[in-house]
């Protein structure tokens, strides 16, 4: 395999912010680097429910893997799927598109993330998917797009409401995010395109079964986002449960409410990395060195790693994925040194943010908080410049300026994967 | 259904180069216009072989149709899909999203266009996917770049070679487009980005069974775009038909040639339209007024309808449908003014392009003919200029400059479909 066959081998799973994070710093090392992932891009997490909510396209979130590590001549990219890890004799097995192959690592990367997760209810898939993957999100816009779509064709006025009625079950981030984007939807960017219907009048429903919105951030926080939300026209339901969905619908402290379009934004779980490992089931407990208790060659980072500091469990955000990425490198430094360990891994906390439609997001850091415009644009300025490559910031960033000023969005479509062009019959041919 | 529904109802089938010329001709008399469409977007197909080499993203080149018409109060907009056409009851059946509706009309305006045919030889779609819809593009890209993917994992050098050899069945504007697009793809774009193969030996076969490519030009311009394309490293095969296409590859005048992605640019064949009217199948022939004989309220234009001019028939291009939608609308006014009819249609030629990678176009119109850099900046503005939404001309035009200077593409997503996120298993919560 040409130069550096004979330098250790790190083999890095996941191409998210912890496996890209982890890769970039172990390029100043005398090391091979490996990078397995699933699909072949990097996804900007943040900006998935803007896909969903038909803002930005695809394309423009999303970086392919070997591009942003093309310059790296050490760095090689696996598209495929690990289905097995062999801790005794430090091999991976990796099901490739066409393939089969057995990696052989020195040290192991473990950057898999998180799952969304139905707690036990995933009869609820069906009817209330979830967001994760950019095909979750294409999904989501086909069917937020084809309700209004549909109620424009439908004569009964209970199934049209039923088809305006969007419920996000879950009331963090991502359904905040999404509640706000859906109603700048129907309220802004389609207010003119029907004829029968009028899409302001479509009700956006947030659930959250917890006592507030956004459990990570300050009461006061909360308070603010819920009151921005209501003036947007969505209902903020709190401290009642989703107790059953079904295609009509979900209930919610015994009340049903029709809805043709309930989206899922609620709980996640770790990807089945313990599982791989031997442990029990769920995030892994990891040493002060990101280490695997009596594995000090595997390491796990980001969402699927469970680390606590200050007596709490660090939470499942990019920035802690990134820092652990390149503490990650540091520990490997030292190892093929043989110097002593680098201190423990500390997070260090540059500030929280979310998002509410246009002109308003929320900042907290320690005691710091403030609201609103300002927050919302460096909201704004953050998202563009974290972007992995520098087409995506201008992609992104001209796509919202050109939508803040004409209310239009940037992808409005609705494409069924499955409605590809069906050649000509034979049959009727004959 | 408000203000209007006294006016005479022009119901236009297909929301294509041709459908929404006539919706915009007709705004300017005293009708109702309804436009129905299997799809929400105007796809501008010149540019559809961009998506499926990742150029371009799907969003950039789809406009919603709903946005295209949203200021024409008289214009409504169906997603739906028809299923019958009653012209003794002057009524269509539509399938709708959840639904389905009876529409009535006075005047019909058939423009469906054209779906790929294998010439009765449907068992080669499987193997050879065509180029019609968005999912067939996205699909295509899918194919092309996970083939590069799998034969960076893979350790046989046969198969190595089937997964980078990529066979164009069909010489028309569609195959000479994608070769060269291929060929960039492979020989510039990728050519750092792999460590095992070297994506610039990828072979691109351009097959055509008829003695010379683009048969629509004059073989002066045809030679030059096979030069072009030889000079790309593409090899063009002219005077051999494919006989026979499976997983493997496909077989060309009693040769086999290994190929994991063979795609199919060769024929088309008009959509049903002949079987809802009661016609023999294939095109349509209309009169000189666009009408169908015997109906003289039912319009046929674009690739779908049959219409001689100089004793040829027209070409399916983009636009002789533009063309005959203003035609059409020209004739309902003069019908509802009872004024008698306009002049036979006539189509004018602006001219026709074909475009071979960057920096090389064709040019032909009647006598006047050219080829090169010059005629390439003319199809790059034309197609720029010709898009439906302004934010899709700027999307398209800084893609392009940006391609251009970094050799880099817009749009390189492998996004299966089939990929939704899985929630966390309930079984092994067990």
Redesign the interface.
């Known amino acids: 395999?040409?130069t550096g066959d004979a330098l250790p081998h790190v083999v890095i799973v996941g191409g998210g912010f912890g496996g890209l994070s982890a890769a970039h710093a172990l390029r100043r090392l005398p090391v091979r680097v490996t990078l397995i992932d699933?699909?072949?891009?990097h996804l900007f997490q943040p900006l998935l429910y803007q896909v969903a909510t038909a803002m930005l396209?695809?394309?423009?979130i999303?970086a392919?893997i070997?591009?942003v590590l093309?310059?790296d001549?050490r760095a090689?990219?696996?598209?495929?799927e690990v289905t097995r890890v062999d801790t005794g004799s430090c091999t991976l097995s990796?099901a490739?598109?066409?393939?089969q192959?057995d990696v052989a690592y020195d040290f192991l990367v473990i950057a898999t993330g998180v799952?969304?997760?139905?707690f036990?209810?995933?009869q609820f898939?069906e009817f209330a998917?979830?967001l994760?993957?950019?095909?979750?999100a294409?999904?989501v816009r086909n069917r937020i797009?084809?309700a209004f779509?549909?109620a424009?064709?439908?004569?009964d006025e209970a199934?049209t409401r039923g088809?305006l009625t969007f419920v996000l079950v879950g009331g963090g981030p991502t359904g905040v995010e999404m509640a706000g984007a859906i109603a700048e939807l129907a309220r802004l960017t389609?207010k003119?395109?029907?004829?029968?219907i009028d899409p302001r009048k479509a009700r956006i429903i947030l659930v959250e079964a917890g006592p507030r919105l956004l459990a990570n951030f300050d009461a006061s926080l909360s308070q603010s986002v819920a009151e921005r939300l209501r003036r947007m026209g969505v209902e903020v339901i709190t401290g009642r449960a989703v107790e059953d969905i079904d295609e009509n619908g979900c209930r919610v402290g015994g009340e049903f409410i029709e809805s043709?379009n309930v989206i899922w934004t609620a709980g996640v779980?770790p990807s089945?990395v313990a599982?791989w490992l031997g442990l029990p089931?769920g995030k892994v407990k990891v040493r002060y060195d990101l280490s695997v208790p009596g594995m000090p060659d595997v390491f796990v980072i980001g969402d699927v790693a469970y680390y606590e500091q200050d007596g709490k469990p660090l939470p499942g955000v990019a920035q802690v994925a990134m820092q652990m990425g390149e503490h990650v490198a540091r520990v490997i430094a030292a190892r093929l040194r043989n110097n002593a360990p680098p201190s423990p891994f500390v997070y260090f906390d540059k500030g929280n943010m979310a998002v509410v439609g246009r002109n308003f997001a929320i900042f907290e850091r320690g005691s710091i908080r403030f609201s609103g415009f300002i927050a919302w644009l460096i909201w704004s300025m953050i998202h563009v410049l974290s972007l992995a490559l520098p087409?995506m910031r201008?992609?992104v960033f001209?796509q919202w300026v050109?939508a803040y000023f004409?209310e239009?969005r940037?992808?409005?479509?609705?494409?069924?994967?499955?409605?590809?062009?069906?050649?000509?019959?034979?049959v009727?041919?004959a």
Chains 1, 2 share one sequence.
Do not use: C
Not at 57 to 60: L, N, S, T, V, W
Not at 192 to 196: G, I, M
């Open positions: 395999m040409g699933k699909t072949n891009h396209m695809p394309g423009q999303a392919p070997r591009q093309k310059s001549q090689s990219v696996i598209l495929g990796v490739t598109p066409d393939n192959m799952q969304h997760s139905y036990g209810k995933n898939a998917p979830g994760k993957t950019m095909p979750d294409t999904m797009l084809e779509e549909a424009e064709a439908e004569p199934q088809l389609l003119e395109d029907f004829r029968r043709k779980a089945p599982g089931r087409n201008m992609g001209l050109w004409t239009q940037g992808s409005r479509l609705i494409v069924d994967p499955k409605n590809f062009s069906k050649p000509e019959s034979t009727r041919s």
